[in-house]
């Protein structure tokens, strides 16, 4: 999978609460609205600016706090395919890959905001075509790539009627 | 090579011995989902077309994070759990009867079993011995569905601590020294594991506090070995027959170990806006620090001795006049202690605000939310930005002990003088 698109970047400690803040809670039977506010704690402009295939690059500890799934799907549904950062929070790195959104580990001081990234999972190389450098990242563990590749877990259970991991 | 807890639990729930870095699905035994995630996780069991619960005796949905419910959304999502309770067996906690991760410690819960929560703080639940993480909806609904989960076997970090705790110290102070010792990330994947001749005297209740913030290191689990106090625990809750001796082999391999001394240590706070952001009492920036909203309560610190800690200090005292403190027990039972002890008769004399057992002020979705530029110390686990329903919130986080003098004296205050 290639993924092509724009950097918006974020610092640290990005949490759940900037995500998909707490005082939102009534809206999460509606993803779709919700995901009008998503990480708008954080940035406010993002929300309403981000295009389909942009990418979220964050620092280090990235999603931290709640394990709420929320949080991650509605930055798919703001139309991100990929989550770059230094580091990720276990719970927030293990609903990426259940919900079907790529979190990738890298050296992300090396990518601007604005910068038009490439992203090759299969080869765990990003282009930042903007500076004319090439990251590369370690692809995720076996399992976690099945389950992502099948288009979340969900997808995973339906096409095996159970795990086939 | 000996196992840790996390391998040998997970080894009994797969066909196979596990050593830490292993991928295997694991049979689980207890489930629990909330009603922040549960109504996603409902969905998602829809979407693989089941509808059925595989363990439906022990599963669990919790009305508790919008307890009663403050808005029709939330209460329509009260009713979709409700209805899937009433169609597939499995159980319902509903409002009042108080926060997750306490209820399925009082009520459903034992040594040696895998618990999955689509919550993060369902590590709590590894003060009883037992494997207990959170996760999101998704793999909570298809273990609601299946009864099974994918796991990677995590390595384990042994905090060995030694020593007693000062007067006006308590668990919570030794946690927050912990994470800010570690970092927010210093155990990200990690099961850590607390053990040492301080862990082998500590009341469950302790031992809860501990396990409960494992994840606010990053850790997938916050395990202790069950003993003696782990078998009254569950005696008291109606199970002394499910007790089981869960503990490391003493030739475990560990990733790391960090010994602590609790008798160095002093009541402990955490700072806007991170968790690893602490300081002690005596420290200059906590001169002066005037709180405008003092909250007891959570599965963090809303237990019984939490609040027999905070009612022995404030009776028969008024509270700051510019500071209102609101009291929110963790779980139904303990409310009834409580009331029947005379604490909530203290806490409403005092001028606290006393709230229906579950979540409260927590998570910012009611009972409790910040007006812009307000300062909150609160018992809870996280303090991040926008936690408390307001992003020009500031939250403090401390032990109750450390609350009940803020409360007093309306800006943060050392415990020692009113004990
Ligand atoms: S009390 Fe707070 S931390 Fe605990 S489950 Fe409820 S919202 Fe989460």
Known sequence: MIFQGKSWKFGDDISTDHIAPGRLFHLRSNLPELAKHVLEDAREDFAPNVKDGDFVVGGNNFGLGSSREHAPTIIKLAGVNAVLAKSFARIFFRNCVNIGLAPVICDTDQ??????????????????????????????????????????????????????? | MGQTMVEKIISAHTDKEVKAGDFVVADVDVILAQDGTGPLALKQIEKMGFDKAAIPAKTVLFLDHAAPSPKKELSNDHMALRSFARKTGVNVSDIGDGVCHQVICEKFLNPGEILIGADSHTCTGGA??????????????????????????????????????????????????????????????????????????MPMTDRMTLSNMAVEAGGKCGLIASDEITREFLAKHG??????????????????????????????LSFPHTVDNVRTIDSPDCAGVKIDQVFIGTCTNGRLEDLRIAARMLKGKKRHPDTRLIVTPASRDIYGQALAEGLLTIFNDFGASINTPGCGACVGVHQGALGDGETCLATQNRNFQGRMGNTKGFIYLSSPAVAAATAIEGKLADPLKYL
């Open chain 1, 111 to 165: 990518i601007d905001e604005g910068d038009e990234l490439q992203v090759d999972l299969g080869s765990g190389v990003i282009k930042d075509i903007t500076k004319g450098i090439e990251l590369t990242f370690s692809p995720l563990p076996e399992v976690m790539t099945k389950i992502l590749s099948d288009g979340g877990l969900v997808e995973h259970i339906k096409k095996n009627q159970g795990f086939n991991l």
């Open chain 2, 128 to 201: 009883l011995g037992a494997f207990s993480t959170g996760m999101g909806s998704t793999d909570v609904g298809v273990g609601i569905a299946l009864g099974k989960t994918w796991l990677r076997v995590p390595e384990t970090f042994l905090f060995n601590i030694t020593g007693e705790f000062s007067k006006g110290v308590y668990a919570k102070d030794l946690i927050l020294h912990i994470i800010g010792m570690i970092g927010a990330d210093g155990a990200t994947y990690k099961a850590m594991e607390f053990a040492g001749p301080t862990i082998e005297k």
């Open chain 2, 239 to 268: 199970r002394g027959d499910k007790f089981v001796v869960v503990q490391a082999d003493a030739d475990a391999l560990y990733e790391k170990t960090f010994d602590i001394d609790v008798s160095k240590l002093k009541p402990t």
